[in-house]
């Protein structure tokens, strides 16, 4: 073989894997595409402005700011009311200036809300539904607070900063982190949303989630369509990302659901006023797209139960329905 040929070859292969590692890494996908689902609806007398929604094993919690009491408990897969109560105040069965869009799943029958205090958890059982305590979690001394944070296990978390430069660390009990990632924004999303440290705050602005075996991490960008996925050490397995145009201070990623098999992304283009439509797309932990659906309707709180493979969700007009289709 000639000194040629055998470079030739060398270099050829070179290409070969590092074309393997782009593909890996960068994915697109069509924000407004996906297969038109049907879907099924449920009415209830009881449900009022929801901001969050969670499926704990057989049972669907909704969290909301529109009644005297916080949540709604319904059975699955049938969506059959079960319950009503907590109601906001400073007594032994209450929660103090619940967070509702901080709803997350807990334990096997356990819900949390972050509250008023910094870094309060109130914990919440789903069956029957009552307070069962409070947990503080623990942040660096550098941080005065958080902008986002996912729950790893029952007492550590993957947290963004909430002042700039607003990077993401994977934090023990402690507050001590363990790995960190920095935060980087495309300039033209910036100078859609203006100058100035508020408008990098809210360019950076981003969703955290951990699959539930706790060997995945996510971050979701609110003000372009972006979605990475990380190892434990923070090292990047893959980055989709969606066609898009500045849209200002509209936000592309509205919220996020993680199951053990996906990440469930919600997802509308800003530039859509009419917000008459939603996407979801799923993504596997390993960062393939594993699933896209188009939904004829804005979604606002949604979650997925993974064991009848059913998403249910609720919109921000139809506030005494509860919706779903199958996965």
């Not at 699933?291 to 009848?308: C, H, L, N, T, W």
Request: hydrophobic share 40%; aromatic share 10%; glycine share 8%.
């Amino acid at each position: 073989m000639g000194k040629f040929t055998f470079w030739f070859l060398i270099l050829s292969f070179s290409a070969a894997i590092s074309g393997c590692q782009q593909e890996k890494i960068n994915k697109t996908f069509d924000i407004n595409g996906g297969t038109v689902v049907a879907l099924d609806s449920v009415a209830t007398p009881c449900i009022l402005n929801p901001f969050a929604m969670k499926t704990v094993g057989e049972r669907l919690v909704i969290a909301n700011r529109g009644r005297d009491t916080i949540f709604d408990v319904f059975s699955l897969p049938q969506c059959r009311y079960i319950a009503s109560g907590i109601a906001q105040g400073v007594g032994p069965d209450e929660i103090y200036s619940p967070q509702p869009f901080t709803l997350a799943r807990y334990g096997a029958n356990e819900v949390c809300m972050a509250t008023g205090h910094p870094c309060m958890l109130s914990i919440i059982n789903v069956d029957p539904l009552s307070v069962a305590g409070q947990h503080r979690l623990v942040l660096p001394e550098r941080w005065q607070y958080t902008q986002s944070w996912a729950l790893v296990g029952q007492d550590s978390l993957f947290a963004q900063q909430g002042s700039l430069p607003m990077d993401w660390a994977l934090l023990n009990s402690q507050g001590t982190p363990l790995a960190t990632l920095q935060v980087e924004v495309p300039e033209e999303v910036i100078r859609a949303i203006g100058e100035g440290e508020m408008a990098e705050s809210l360019a950076k602005s981003s969703l955290g989630a951990v699959n539930p075996h706790h060997t995945r991490l996510a971050v979701a960008y609110r003000s372009f369509p972006r979605i990475c996925i990380y190892d434990m050490n923070l090292r990047l397995i893959s980055e989709l990302e969606g066609e898009y145009e500045p849209a200002g201070r509209g936000v592309w990623i509205v919220n996020v659901d993680a199951t053990a098999r996906a990440l469930y992304v919600n997802l509308h283009d800003p530039h859509d006023t009419s917000f008459t439509s939603s996407t979801i797309l799923a993504i596997d932990w390993e960062g393939r797209p594993a699933g896209q659906y188009r939904v004829p309707k804005a979604i606002s709180a949604f979650s997925v139960d993974e064991a009848a493979g059913r998403l249910y969700f609720s919109t921000p007009v139809e506030d005494d329905h509860i919706f779903s289709f199958p996965l």
